[in-house]
């Protein structure tokens, strides 16, 4: 069809998501549903840009018509393009991301997490739970070129979104799984209180005169994420060997692992996913890239080329991008460190005063060798490079957080210094 429209190469991308969503935290729960079956192309000429265009729940008459108003653009340059660069077949990839009990849609499954978390709050005396979100959605994506790749599969994602309230404090929290009986209602609710502890500190940021913090995987992760921009190749400078981070610190990205949001057998190009390591023991090795970017810096596609929810193209994404964990404990590090802050949330201020530097709000409890103390808040100002540098032991406990993008880290332990206004410097 593509090429009767006179294009050289075509690459078709449907995706078929159904939805159920329920909320209430202390009524009886209202339900929605929806379903959404959308195509989007890209098609080539001979030479410059590819073309695209989405449809909605299309016929082949719809399809034909798109393409042929495709056809009918102007050529606008005789570029080399990329479309050689397309799969040409399809690699097995063997991942763990599909739930068959999604397929019963059981309405009381909802009610259940949230009785279960009720259940969990009487552990937290003053906990309250003011609101609750369930979703579970079953995706079907196929991908087709006129080069001859053909694949599919299926994926399933249940989230939960719950508010916590802890006396004049508010918190939502989400999580996000493959399979719904990995849910942890104790994990959840417990990480509900010890964040709402930590905000219970005073307003006024203080001044932090200890050398050592431990960042949680919850503050480590929102960290990662914030640079994690640094990590793409049309963002990054060229890759080669070099020092980016402390010896102690690797960072993968990961798209076949089992059971996580962020994973697929292939990118919505028809890339097979795997491990790719970006850091190894703090060496920089590589940056994530999808065929374009790869294409026009000389490189290979790093099987990261997926689509937003309602972007024709794909552009570089993340899949599982996560620190690797190491063999410490939480309790090696804090007696590694014998005293400093344990940091269990951190919120983005914006731009720091040196080039690349940003600023971020901190809560969470000092420490010393007798234990826990009171809640802390305050601001720490750091680069990447300067984060990663300052990592002195990794734990071995990795949590992933799902947003956009999957991303996950274990607890670290890092060495800073006081700084200008307050300012704690990483």
Not at 156 to 171: E, I
Not at 247 to 258: F, P, T, W
Not at 356 to 374: K, M, N, Q, T, V
Request: aromatic residues 10%.
């Amino acid at each position: 069809m593509g090429r009767e429209a006179g294009f050289s190469t075509v690459e078709a991308f449907a995706e078929k998501v159904r939805r159920q969503e329920s909320d209430g935290a202390d009524r009886v729960l209202s339900r929605h549903e929806v379903e959404s079956d959308r195509v989007r192309v890209r098609a080539f000429r001979d030479t410059g840009d590819p073309l695209g265009l989405s449809l909605s729940a299309p016929d082949s008459r719809q399809v034909k018509a798109g393409l042929a108003g495709l056809a009918s653009s102007p050529v606008l340059d005789r570029r080399k393009n990329f479309a050689h660069l397309l799969p040409h077949g399809a690699q097995k990839v063997k991942v763990s991301i599909y739930d068959p009990g999604i397929e019963l849609w059981d309405e009381a499954q909802a009610a259940d997490l949230r009785e279960r978390l009720r259940e969990c709050l009487v552990t937290f005396p003053g906990l309250q739970l003011i609101k609750f979100q369930f979703m579970r959605a079953l995706k079907k994506v196929y991908l087709a070129n006129s080069l001859g790749f053909f694949a599919k599969y299926k994926k399933t994602l249940f989230q939960v979104q719950a508010s916590f309230m802890l006396k004049d404090h508010a918190l939502e929290l989400s999580e996000s799984r493959t399979f719904f009986r990995d849910f942890d209602p104790q994990r959840l609710v417990a990480r509900g209180a010890n964040l709402l502890g930590a905000l219970a500190a005073d307003p006024e940021p203080a001044v932090i005169t200890n050398e050592y913090v431990v960042m949680s995987p919850e503050a480590s992760a929102l960290v990662l994420k914030e640079f994690s921009p640094g990590l793409k190749r049309e963002r990054s400078a060229p890759r080669g060997h070099g020092t980016a981070a402390s010896a102690r610190v690797s960072i993968i990205d990961h798209g076949a692992m089992d059971g996580q949001p962020g994973s697929a057998p292939f990118d919505d190009e028809g890339t097979a996913a795997g491990e790719k390591y970006l850091v190894n023991k703090g060496v920089a090795l590589a940056a994530i890239a999808d065929i374009r970017t790869a294409f026009a810096a000389g490189g290979k596609t790093t099987g990261n080329g997926f689509r937003d929810e309602r972007g024709v193209f794909p552009q570089a994404q993340f899949s599982n991008l996560f620190i690797r964990p190491a063999n410490d404990s939480l309790a090696q590090l804090l007696q590694q460190a014998r005293q400093g802050v344990l940091i269990y949330l951190v919120k983005p201020k914006g731009a720091g005063r040196q080039p690349g530097e940003l600023l971020f709000s901190a809560y969470g409890y000092f420490f010393a060798s007798d234990g826990i103390a009171r809640p802390v808040h305050f601001h720490f100002a750091t680069t990447m490079r300067s984060y990663l540098l300052h990592v002195l032991a990794v734990s071995r406990e990795l949590r992933f957080f799902h947003s956009r993008a999957n991303i996950g880290s274990p607890y670290l332990l890092l060495q800073g210094r006081p700084g200008p206004g307050k300012v704690f410097l990483i």
